[in-house]
Every structure is written in structure tokens, then in C-alpha cells.
């Protein structure tokens, strides 16, 4: 099994930065993909970065040039920077990493979320 702990979430002004964290239990070694989601009050969950085999990454509209997703293999963690924070940016983040497993299918595993709150 894996659990995805996630830390790095707080209060900042707009225009601020964060660098959130989410570490693996454990080594992954057929990763799908990985990326991280956010949801604000009353708003359905979004997906905000990913980052596929091969390190393709794709972002919302929202966050592209403002946001970076990447990772660290030695220490089995995926961040997000973020950039140029806005009031909207505002939300509970979550990680997710989806796993291929034997008979190519995948098992998704979710981080616990991390508030980040922007004032503006």
C-alpha cells in the first residue's frame, strides 16, 4: 500500500509563493502519472498539474506560467511551486498519483490535502 503525506499548504498574500509537498510511503516504480488537484468551497475538484511518464506535464489554464510540478525519485516525492499566487488560487490542494499494476490496469492513491489560502 501506499500513502501520499502531503505538507506545505498556509496563508499567503497574493503574489507569494508555496512549495507543496507530497512524499510516497514507499518507491513507485510504474507510476502512470502523477499531479496534484484542488477544490474550493463549493466548487467541483480541478486538476491543476500533471505529470505523465516520460515527464510530460500539463497544467490548467489557470496556473501555466505560474505553476511547476516536479519530482524527486530518491526521496519518492512530487511538489508543486507556486508562483505568483492569486486570491483565487485559494483551495484544499491534493496529490494523486495513479499506479499501473499487473493486467495493465491502475490503482489510484490520494494525498490527505493541504489548505492554501491567498489574500489579496
Known amino acids: 500500500q501506499v500513502q501520499l503525506v502531503e505538507s506545505g499548504g498556509g496563508l499567503v498574500q497574493a503574489g507569494g509563493s508555496l512549495r507543496l509537498s507530497c512524499a510516497a510511503s514507499?518507491?513507485?516504480?510504474?507510476?502512470?502519472?502523477m499531479g496534484w488537484y484542488r477544490q474550493a468551497p463549493g466548487k467541483q475538484r480541478e486538476l491543476v498539474a500533471v505529470?505523465?511518464?516520460?515527464?510530460?506535464?500539463n497544467y490548467a489554464d489557470s496556473v501555466k506560467g505560474r505553476f511547476t510540478i516536479s519530482r524527486d525519485n530518491a526521496k519518492n516525492t512530487v511538489y508543486l511551486q507556486m508562483n505568483s499566487l492569486k486570491p483565487e488560487d485559494t483551495a484544499v490542494y491534493y496529490c494523486?498519483?495513479?499506479?499501473?499494476?499487473?493486467?495493465?490496469?491502475?490503482?489510484?492513491?490520494w494525498g490527505q490535502g493541504t489548505q492554501v489560502s491567498v489574500s489579496s
Open positions: 494523486h498519483v495513479r499506479v499501473l499494476r499487473q493486467g495493465n490496469y491502475t490503482t489510484d492513491y
Open positions: 514507499r518507491i513507485i516504480f510504474s507510476i502512470y502519472a
Open positions: 505529470m505523465a511518464s516520460g515527464s510530460i506535464t
